[in-house]
């Protein structure tokens, strides 16, 4: 028999007034189990009533001078100083453009949770300085910083919390000082220059690497041993970066934007492209994020937020639109799709553009992860209503129900077992005075150099395991005094990340440059589509190993790899490389240290 239940589940548009319902419905849904230890906590959240957030990003305080904002103190005047490659950068690096910001790690009050509830919710968040040098209010997600290739920046960055703090803007290519190294921290009362020079690794001919020009990066809280309980209160943020390609891109008309008006100036106010960050959190029922601080195996939350706002309802036009989705959890997993089951246009991994996109009715997406997305609301009647969908079980912190294989599966065949959605778009008519973006699977987008086997000058194995009660590396934890791998500057070293702790998911995250995937020892498999060329986190299924490439360019000095499920990497499962003049097969003592 037909039921109604099945009829919506089929797909079928089914009208109620004048709103078209496309695909599962709230009735559909599966509800996120949430642990014991957390009883008596928040559990019926209405949807739909929070509207998305969508952050404005600052502007510069200033460009060339130093702002007033900065109180007279030079850059690098200030407690923790500058990366010394802001006094010595070379010609071609542009300082004379150098932006400036001031930024403060701040508590603060949000709203989460919808209005109906009443409640508001305690935060740790990121706060933008006024050109005075006063800060506004505390936000999380954080201030959305624009990035454009060529074009260095300076953010001063002020602690007003009592814990001690790192900022790693993850994606990026940066200075060891300036990485967000989870021993370079921010005290409390003190600050920090942040210097993202945002200039790309130098091929071997020296010219510039374009096919390395980051798209989508997050920053979020790094500090050594609190970086789950700090992201967890809210601690991220997310950055655009962009260069002419995908300017020029904009300008064909190709991506989703303004054609015509889309220069660096009117990338701000790009209404077509936007981060979509998934996290997930339990509250406690005063409205306080509740979060236990004993757990060191995950943190899986009953609620789901999107850019900080609980189920979420976004108004789209009847056209494309970029979405940047970002796996903002520390612990959850999740398998995205569209309620109809209709295709989306895949377009990048992580930081980076793909060559070509690549259709899907679903991807995965773990903690630190993120993906890039097309979808065309084109194919919808104003008035229709569509979900975003999370279609994975995941009831414990060792990893979701499944395999790695099934997660990223660009298909998905039959009706999920599990159907929990997230936000709701109500499509409304599209601006007739802007055409449709273009883009399509053909659609020429960032081109790929791989790295070929035969400049391999090191390999080197990590095994992610579990070890009394911790996270380990090869049998070892995080020491800020080792450096357990030393890459030679400008050599690439195939790494071989194995995962055999049973039954555990371990999502790898590889600072300072993007690596590629080039076999999966345990299925003999290449990498699939979505993995084969760029990214800057590998997720490592249970019992697994992946053997990746990279090349080490640019910077000197240490830089982090860990786990990105942060209560992981909390304990201790995070290892530093630190890139040297000459190479080393073996772990030696940390030479720059960057407090
Ligand atoms: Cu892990």
Redesign the pocket.
Same mark, same amino acid.
């Given at each position: 028999m037909q039921t109604r239940r099945n009829l919506l589940k089929s797909g079928a548009g089914v009208a109620a007034g004048s709103v078209f319902h496309i695909g599962s419905t709230a009735h559909a849904d599966s509800p996120l189990k949430v642990d014991s230890q957390f009883e008596g906590s928040i559990q019926n959240v209405p949807r739909w009533e929070n509207v998305l957030p969508v952050p404005s990003p600052p502007r510069p305080l200033s460009v060339q001078q130093i702002p007033p904002a900065y109180g007279g103190k030079a850059v690098g005047n200030v407690f923790h100083g500058v990366a010394p490659e802001y006094l010595t950068a070379p010609a071609d690096w542009n300082m004379q453009n150098t932006q400036f910001y001031a930024m403060a790690a701040k508590a603060g009050e949000a709203r989460i949770l919808p209005p109906s509830m009443g409640l508001t919710t305690p935060i740790w968040g990121y706060a933008i300085a006024r050109p005075d040098g006063t800060f506004g209010p505390a936000i999380s997600p954080g201030p959305q910083f624009r990035f454009k290739g060529g074009t260095p920046v300076v953010v001063r960055t002020t602690n007003q919390l009592p814990e001690e703090i790192s900022t790693h803007l993850h994606g990026g290519h940066w200075p060891s000082h300036s990485d967000g190294h989870a021993s370079f921290l921010v005290l409390p009362g003190e600050s920090r220059d942040y210097f993202y020079p945002n200039v790309l690794p130098r091929r071997k001919d020296g010219s510039f690497d374009f096919t390395e020009s980051p798209s989508s990066m997050w920053y979020h809280d790094h500090a050594a041993d609190l970086t789950a309980s700090h992201v967890a209160r809210g601690m991220a943020g997310t950055t655009v970066g962009f260069d002419s390609l995908e300017l020029d891109l904009i300008k064909r008309n190709v991506l989703p934007g303004i054609p015509g008006q889309s220069d660096e100036n009117t990338i701000y106010n790009n209404p077509y492209d936007l981060f979509l960050a998934l996290g997930d959190k339990v509250f406690h029922p005063s409205g306080a994020i509740w979060y236990d601080t004993n757990n060191n195996n995950g943190y899986l939350g009953n609620v789901e937020t999107i850019n900080g706002a609980a189920y979420p309802r976004f108004t789209v036009e009847a056209r494309k639109y970029r979405f940047r989705f970002l796996g903002a959890s520390t612990a959850r997993h999740r398998r995205i799709r569209l309620s109809d089951n209709s295709q989306m246009l895949r377009i990048g991994n992580d930081a980076w553009l793909f060559p070509k996109g690549q259709t899907v009715q679903a991807f995965g997406i773990s903690p630190g992860k993120r993906v890039d997305v097309i979808i065309d609301f084109s194919r919808y009647k104003p008035g229709t209503q569509v979900f975003l969908e999370n279609i994975l079980e995941q009831t414990n912190e060792r990893g979701p129900e499944g395999s790695l294989e099934q997660i990223e599966r660009p298909d998905v065949a039959g009706t999920p077992a599990f159907i929990h959605q997230l936000l709701r778009f109500d499509v409304v008519a599209a601006n007739p005075a802007i055409p449709n973006a273009s883009i399509n699977a053909q659609s020429e987008l960032r081109p790929h150099e791989p790295l070929a086997a035969s400049e391999v000058e090191i390999r080197r194995s990590f095994r992610?395991e579990r070890k009394n009660g911790h #996270?380990a590396i090869n049998g070892m934890f995080y020491d800020e005094r080792i450096a357990n791998a030393v890459p030679r500057l400008g050599s690439v070293e195939e790494w071989t990340l194995e995962n055999s702790s049973g039954g #555990? #998911?371990?999502?790898i995250h590889i600072h300072l440059e993007s690596h590629q995937q080039v076999v999966n020892l345990t299925t003999g498999a290449r990498p699939l589509y979505q993995n084969s060329f760029k990214q800057d986190v590998t997720m490592l299924g249970p019992n697994s190993a992946i053997v990746i490439r990279m090349r080490f360019r640019t910077f000197l000095g240490p830089f982090m790899f860990h786990? +990105?499920?942060n209560e +992981?990497?909390d304990v201790e499962?995070m290892f530093q490389f630190e890139v040297a003049e000459s190479g080393s097969r073996r772990a030696l003592p940390v030479s720059r240290f960057f407090a």
């Amino acid at each position: 028999m037909q039921t109604r239940r099945n009829l919506l589940k089929s797909g079928a548009g089914v009208a109620a007034g004048s709103v078209f319902h496309i695909g599962s419905t709230a009735h559909a849904d599966s509800p996120l189990k949430v642990d014991s230890q957390f009883e008596g906590s928040i559990q019926n959240v209405p949807r739909w009533e929070n509207v998305l957030p969508v952050p404005s990003p600052p502007r510069p305080l200033s460009v060339q001078q130093i702002p007033p904002a900065y109180g007279g103190k030079a850059v690098g005047n200030v407690f923790h100083g500058v990366a010394p490659e802001y006094l010595t950068a070379p010609a071609d690096w542009n300082m004379q453009n150098t932006q400036f910001y001031a930024m403060a790690a701040k508590a603060g009050e949000a709203r989460i949770l919808p209005p109906s509830m009443g409640l508001t919710t305690p935060i740790w968040g990121y706060a933008i300085a006024r050109p005075d040098g006063t800060f506004g209010p505390a936000i999380s997600p954080g201030p959305q910083f624009r990035f454009k290739g060529g074009t260095p920046v300076v953010v001063r960055t002020t602690n007003q919390l009592p814990e001690e703090i790192s900022t790693h803007l993850h994606g990026g290519h940066w200075p060891s000082h300036s990485d967000g190294h989870a021993s370079f921290l921010v005290l409390p009362g003190e600050s920090r220059d942040y210097f993202y020079p945002n200039v790309l690794p130098r091929r071997k001919d020296g010219s510039f690497d374009f096919t390395e020009s980051p798209s989508s990066m997050w920053y979020h809280d790094h500090a050594a041993d609190l970086t789950a309980s700090h992201v967890a209160r809210g601690m991220a943020g997310t950055t655009v970066g962009f260069d002419s390609l995908e300017l020029d891109l904009i300008k064909r008309n190709v991506l989703p934007g303004i054609p015509g008006q889309s220069d660096e100036n009117t990338i701000y106010n790009n209404p077509y492209d936007l981060f979509l960050a998934l996290g997930d959190k339990v509250f406690h029922p005063s409205g306080a994020i509740w979060y236990d601080t004993n757990n060191n195996n995950g943190y899986l939350g009953n609620v789901e937020t999107i850019n900080g706002a609980a189920y979420p309802r976004f108004t789209v036009e009847a056209r494309k639109y970029r979405f940047r989705f970002l796996g903002a959890s520390t612990a959850r997993h999740r398998r995205i799709r569209l309620s109809d089951n209709s295709q989306m246009l895949r377009i990048g991994n992580d930081a980076w553009l793909f060559p070509k996109g690549q259709t899907v009715q679903a991807f995965g997406i773990s903690p630190g992860k993120r993906v890039d997305v097309i979808i065309d609301f084109s194919r919808y009647k104003p008035g229709t209503q569509v979900f975003l969908e999370n279609i994975l079980e995941q009831t414990n912190e060792r990893g979701p129900e499944g395999s790695l294989e099934q997660i990223e599966r660009p298909d998905v065949a039959g009706t999920p077992a599990f159907i929990h959605q997230l936000l709701r778009f109500d499509v409304v008519a599209a601006n007739p005075a802007i055409p449709n973006a273009s883009i399509n699977a053909q659609s020429e987008l960032r081109p790929h150099e791989p790295l070929a086997a035969s400049e391999v000058e090191i390999r080197r194995s990590f095994r992610f395991e579990r070890k009394n009660g911790h #996270w380990a590396i090869n049998g070892m934890f995080y020491d800020e005094r080792i450096a357990n791998a030393v890459p030679r500057l400008g050599s690439v070293e195939e790494w071989t990340l194995e995962n055999s702790s049973g039954g #555990w #998911w371990h999502p790898i995250h590889i600072h300072l440059e993007s690596h590629q995937q080039v076999v999966n020892l345990t299925t003999g498999a290449r990498p699939l589509y979505q993995n084969s060329f760029k990214q800057d986190v590998t997720m490592l299924g249970p019992n697994s190993a992946i053997v990746i490439r990279m090349r080490f360019r640019t910077f000197l000095g240490p830089f982090m790899f860990h786990c +990105h499920n942060n209560e +992981h990497e909390d304990v201790e499962m995070m290892f530093q490389f630190e890139v040297a003049e000459s190479g080393s097969r073996r772990a030696l003592p940390v030479s720059r240290f960057f407090a």
